[in-house]
């Protein structure tokens, strides 16, 4: 091939290939004509006059996302750093708005979302800029929507996904926290220490209203069985005094038995006088010698019971 027929068949391909062009999926591309818009070409194969057609740009159709930092002041005079994320798209129909009325959809949006959370979260305390993050983010979006639809975008959803106070005031607020926490925990232990004394208190209680009970209980079997041996000893004709005295002299000589078997137990007795001893000594051999006769009466009296019968 000579070199004047490679001359005019580069040019020519070179031509032939600039006439078609190709769109993405989600894309749409501006073609303008002799520097004047022409048209706006949707995704696929498309033709274009060489030297005369050209592709000033292209816009993304799909949903973009933009992260904005704003450090305002709350009501309460508390510096917070907010991140408010700002979803958008450009309106399919508004491709020529979008490409030619506006330069930097960023930075205009950047200035909308400072414009309304600068003028919103300083009406608020810094709880309720918590609390109330939903409303600020509505607040964003409605005011983006108004602006931002002139120009051919769609204001899809706003998040405040960040709300970082000052580290002071995290630090206090943490304090305030734990105290609140430390609080409460000592409240409960207060209120377990309350219930564990009145519960020991209805136990000891209850003990000694049984205790009293049982002693109570006690005497009053103990009164059934004097009175009952009183009775016994009246069938065999000892009167009421004579089997008192004999009861007393027999409960002596229980109490000394039981006193005699413990190893490490001492016992004095300490008369008023000798003559007081004295007689006390001979009422108890008297008592001894008087219960031994009964015995002996009451064992004569069961035999000729049991011979009768």
């Not at 000891?204 to 079997?221: F, P, T, V, Y």
């Not at 490490?264 to 009422?283: R, T, V």
């Not at 051999?285 to 000729?304: C, H, L, R, W, Y």
Request: proline content about 3%.
């Amino acid at each position: 091939m000579s070199p004047f027929l490679l001359v005019l068949i580069l040019p020519a391909l070179l031509i032939f290939i600039s006439l078609f062009f190709i769109v993405k999926q989600q894309t749409a591309a501006v073609v303008e004509r002799f520097g004047k818009f022409h048209s706006i070409r949707q995704s696929g194969l498309h033709v274009k006059i060489p030297l005369v057609d050209r592709i000033a740009g292209r816009l993304s159709l799909k949903i973009q996302q933009l992260d904005v930092i704003v450090e305002t002041k709350t009501k309460d005079d508390v510096f917070v750093r907010l991140k408010v994320s700002v979803q958008y798209k450009v309106i399919k129909d508004k491709v020529y708005d979008a490409f030619y009325k506006l330069d930097y959809p960023h930075d205009q949006i950047t200035s909308y979302v400072f414009d309304v959370v600068r003028a919103e979260v300083p009406k608020m305390i810094l709880d309720d800029v918590f609390l109330r993050k939903d409303d600020i983010a509505i607040a964003v979006k409605s005011e983006l929507n108004d602006a931002m639809l002139e120009y051919g975008y769609d204001i899809i959803k706003t998040l405040v996904t960040d709300i970082d106070p000052d580290a002071q005031v995290k630090a206090a607020m943490n304090r305030i926290n734990a105290a609140e926490r430390e609080k409460v925990a000592a409240q409960f232990e207060g209120d377990a220490q309350r219930i564990l004394i009145v519960e020991k208190a209805k136990a000891e209680a209850e003990s000694k209203r049984l205790q009293g009970q049982g002693i109570a209980d006690q005497r009053r079997e103990i009164a059934r069985g004097l009175e009952e041996s009183v009775e016994v000893l009246n069938n065999v004709g000892i009167n009421s005094q004579e089997a008192s005295a004999l009861i007393v002299v027999t409960q002596h000589y229980d109490t000394l038995q039981s006193i005699g078997e413990e190893t490490n137990s001492n016992l004095i007795l300490l008369p008023n006088s000798p003559q007081a001893g004295s007689d006390m000594l001979n009422n108890m051999v008297a008592s001894f010698t008087a219960s031994n006769q009964i015995g002996e009466a009451m064992k004569k009296q069961n035999k000729k019971k049991s011979s009768d019968e």
